[in-house]
């Protein structure tokens, strides 16, 4: 009940089109729900994150959009840039805090140039 | 955004010997941070809660006795990887929580551990 699901594992996307990376979680106690994107030998760092009373947050060329009922949560990259190519993580947590992340197994995104 | 300083990168140690990691939060207190494992191309697995002035809490099937974490002050956390197998290698990543308006994580740089 703690899992959450992402896929694809892997993401081939051309120069200035949209990168769409899916997550799914079962536990309904889950309320915060960030994005990491990390690069090679690299830590995580934070992208962007919702909390379940909005459906969609907008930063920039990144958006998260929220379907609760669904219980799924996806990472939109309008106009991908070769910059983008990283791996990129969803987690969720309860408590609406960044603890006790559980994440998932992580996408790897490459743009091609 | 807020910064993690993680320290050494990459360490290459003997079968046997004991490494230390050291995880500094730079411009803000943390009471609380993280330590996590990663595989290549895995996710991260957390393996620890660093309380500052209290015990560490572990996560189930990590060795407590294996894995020595300090949180002797509130911006700096240790891993110290004690008698060190090759079955140790992984990348070692530390987070600190910034707690303010809302709670954030941040994360060190890493830490790729090779033992020989």
């Known amino acids: 009940q703690q899992q959450v699901k992402q896929s694809p594992q892997s993401l081939i996307v051309q120069k200035g089109g949209i990168s769409i990376i899916n997550c799914a979680y079962e536990n309904t106690a889950f309320d915060y729900f960030p994005w990491y994107q990390q690069f090679p030998g690299k830590g995580p760092a934070l992208l962007i994150a919702i909390r379940p009373d909005v459906s969609e947050k907008k930063e920039g060329r990144f958006t998260i959009s929220f379907n609760k009922s669904a219980k799924q949560f996806s990472l939109h990259i309008m106009d991908s840039q070769p910059g983008d190519s990283a791996t990129y993580f969803c987690?969720?947590?309860?408590?609406?805090?960044?603890?006790?992340?559980?994440f998932g197994s992580g996408t790897q995104l490459t743009v091609l140039p | 955004g807020a910064v993690v300083s993680q320290h050494p990168s990459r360490v290459i140690c003997k079968s046997g010997t004991s490494v230390k990691i050291e995880c500094r939060s730079l411009d803000f207190q943390a009471t609380t941070m993280f330590w996590y494992r990663q595989f290549p191309k895995q996710s991260l697995m957390l393996m620890a809660t660093?309380?500052?002035?209290?015990?560490?809490?572990?996560e189930q099937g990590v060795e407590k006795d294996k894995f020595l974490i300090n949180h002797a002050s509130l911006t700096l956390s240790t891993l110290t990887v004690t008698s060190a197998h090759p079955e140790d290698s992984s990348f070692y990543i530390c987070?600190?929580?910034?707690?303010?308006?809302?709670?954030?994580?941040?994360f060190g740089s890493g830490t790729q551990l090779s033992v020989l």
């Open positions: 987070s600190a929580l910034m707690v303010s308006t809302n709670e954030k994580l941040f």
């Open positions: 660093s309380n500052e002035g209290s015990k560490a809490t572990y």
């Open positions: 987690a969720a947590s309860i408590g609406g805090s960044a603890r006790q992340l559980t």
